[in-house]
């Protein structure tokens, strides 16, 4: 008896009218979400997941259920996942353009999948001058600085402002605290090169063609 392809929804069509949602989807990314008046305690892990038509979502999972699932779950690998809720994509600090954002559950099932022809990194890149007319809200392709401090709720940051250039022109952005070190590192790694930066879930300042660096992956250098 020959069996049915497994068919699996498309993270476009995932919203609230309905519970019985099953999706395959890679895991691009994964970060720690702070207290806003304690940033040192982590109070839930937010994760960009991506589907075979390269659509995102946000997804959550709060801190009392990350023994349930965070052991198991890896950057770049594939999952099925089911039984879990979705709400308004309402938050502030936005990964995806979707409506909505899925919220893992006790219930929520995760499986490994074969990875297949799902997207590796998940890059919708976007040149600098896009960035600078503040047309979008995330994933940004395009840089160097001194290190400087700023003191937030009684807590000292460290950031560096970076200059990225890409064909149509350049921005400046920001990083800060560890992907201070971790940008510095990289610099260190590759000083006969010249660098080249993927940044993501980036978000727009206050002033404008200034982004607020939320994740920096160093995908390539040249």
Known sequence: ?????????QVRNVSPVADSWVIRVLLSRMWC????????????????????????????????LFNNF????????????KNFSVVPNNGKNKATNHPFFIIFQRKTVVTRSDPDVLHSVGLSPLTTSA??????????LVGVSTEKEYVSTG????????????????????IFDEYVDKFIEYLAKFAHLRPVVVVQLAASGPVNGVL???????????
Request: charged content about 25%; some cysteine; aromatic content about 10%.
């Open 1 to 9: 008896m020959a069996h049915r392809a497994v068919t699996y929804d």
């Open 33 to 64: 979400v702070h207290d806003e008046f304690e940033n040192k305690d982590c109070i839930a892990v937010d994760m960009l997941l991506i589907d075979s038509d390269g659509c995102k979502i946000q997804a959550k999972v709060y801190k009392m």
């Open 70 to 81: 965070l052991s198991d779950m890896l950057e770049g690998s594939v999952y099925v996942i």
């Open 131 to 140: 960035i600078q007319e503040l047309q979008y809200t995330d994933e940004y």
């Open 155 to 174: 807590v000292v940051h460290r950031f560096i402002t970076l200059e990225l250039t890409d064909h149509t022109g350049k921005v400046e952005m920001a």
């Open 212 to 222: 607020f660096g939320m994740y920096i992956m160093f995908l390539s250098h040249c």
